[in-house]
């Protein structure tokens, strides 16, 4: 029996662009109300490896992320930083992909057209 070999590329939803700017990564939870996420402990800061309109790539060395939501706040241009919310989709060999769950049409659209331009090149 032959298995089906797909590259990794071909199973993501969405185009990739490499991505290497600061990222503050801040723990969520939701408040009591249920309502809202209110940030809790230290933030991380790392760096990103690349970025879809679905998710972001960081580097983590050997640091543990939480598997509950994750605030991320990072520059998408040289005048515009944004603050999305994501939660962890995979981690290993230093690394890990983030889903994003709460990212606004602005912020989608900057996104998309940096993985647009990069996938042109």
């Known amino acids: ?13 969405h185009h990739r662009a490499k991505f290497h700017e600061k990222v503050t990564v801040h723990h969520v939870t939701e408040s009591k109300s249920g309502n809202v996420f ?19 790539r ?3 060395g050997e640091t543990k992320l939480p598997t509950s939501i994750l605030k991320l706040n990072f520059k998408v241009n040289k005048d515009k930083t ?28 900057i996104i998309k057209s940096l993985v647009d331009k990069a996938v042109g090149e």
């Open 1 to 13: 029996m032959v298995k089906n070999e797909r590259k990794p590329d071909e199973r993501r939803r």
């Open 82 to 109: 944004v603050d999305v919310y994501s939660k962890l989709a995979w981690a290993g060999d230093g690394a890990c992909g983030l889903q994003f769950i709460v990212l606004d049409e602005e912020v989608r659209k």
């Open 58 to 60: 960081l580097e983590l």
């Open 38 to 56: 209110e940030v809790q402990g230290n933030p991380l800061t790392t760096k990103a490896m690349d970025v879809s309109e679905g998710g972001i």
